[in-house]
T-cell receptor, first 110, second 114 residues
Framework: AQTVTQSQPEMSVQEAETVTLSCTYD???????LFWYKQPPSRQMILVIR??????QNATENRFSVNFQKAAKSFSLKISDSQLGDTAMYFC???????FGTGTSLTVIP | EAGVAQSPRYKIIEKRQSVAFWCNPI?????LYWYQQILGQGPKLLIQ????????DSQLPKDRFSAERLKGVDSTLKIQPAKLEDSAVYLC????????????FGPGTRLTVL
């Protein structure tokens, strides 16, 4: 069975600053995928970024990037130049068998 | 492209009553998921379909929950009878890929059991 742990229930960051959200996981799978999803207040969950475990290169999507440390089973999300619209719950998730962490509530302060 | 549709958006029922939720995935997405999201927690997978077949229902409380996906498109999730602890948001998601793809989520149905 896999686990996904997000140890930061709440975080805040000043607008335009950089913030890193942590995620660790445990699995016996050799092929798997990791995701960060964003759930804004009262809005639908959307994908932020996706990482294939077999790729060594860290995924990036504009202001969002990950630090994937396979041996340490760590998958952190870095948000650069934080914007007010980044305020949301962020969930780390694992596939192939879908499993989500408990989430980190991020608030961007003007 | 239309997103994942869910209805109703809100439902309030008494315990021991029954309730049904409906989901229409993105056209062409063969994989469909139902999740339960209790306040303050991450989504928990209830059941996963590939077309009209069940891939994983190991966490579905089968004594009270049932789900179907007739014709491999729309899906319904039913709870009968409901308990207080079933109060949660029920999320439907779809994906074009079975095990590795991005999931596209619907707006969810917020269920309150009194």
């Amino acid at each position: 069975a896999q686990t996904v742990t997000q140890s930061q229930p709440e975080m805040s960051v000043q607008e335009a600053e950089t913030v890193t959200l942590s995620c660790t996981y445990d699995t016996s799978e050799s092929n798997y995928y990791l995701f960060w999803y964003k759930q804004p207040p009262s809005r639908q969950m959307i994908l932020v970024i996706r990482q294939e475990a077999y790729k060594q290169q860290n995924a990036t999507e504009n202001r969002f990037s990950v630090n994937f440390q396979k041996a340490a089973k760590s998958f952190s999300l870095k948000i650069s130049d934080s914007q007010l619209g980044d305020t949301a719950m962020y969930f780390c998730a694992f596939m192939p068998r879908p499993f989500f962490g408990t989430g980190t509530s991020l608030t961007v302060i003007p | 492209e239309a997103g994942v549709a869910q209805s109703p958006r809100y439902k309030i029922i008494e315990k021991r009553q029954s309730v049904a939720f409906w989901c229409n995935p993105i056209s062409g997405h063969a994989t469909l998921y139902w999740y339960q999201q209790i306040l303050g927690q991450g989504p928990k997978l209830l059941i996963q379909f590939q077309n009209n077949g069940v891939v994983d229902d190991s966490q579905l409380p089968k004594d009270r929950f049932s789900a179907e996906r007739l014709k491999g498109v729309d899906s319904t999730l039913k709870i009968q009878p409901a308990k207080l602890e079933d109060s949660a948001v029920y999320l439907c998601a779809s994906s074009p890929l079975l095990f590795s793809g991005e999931q596209f989520f619907g707006p969810g149905t917020r269920l309150t059991v009194l």
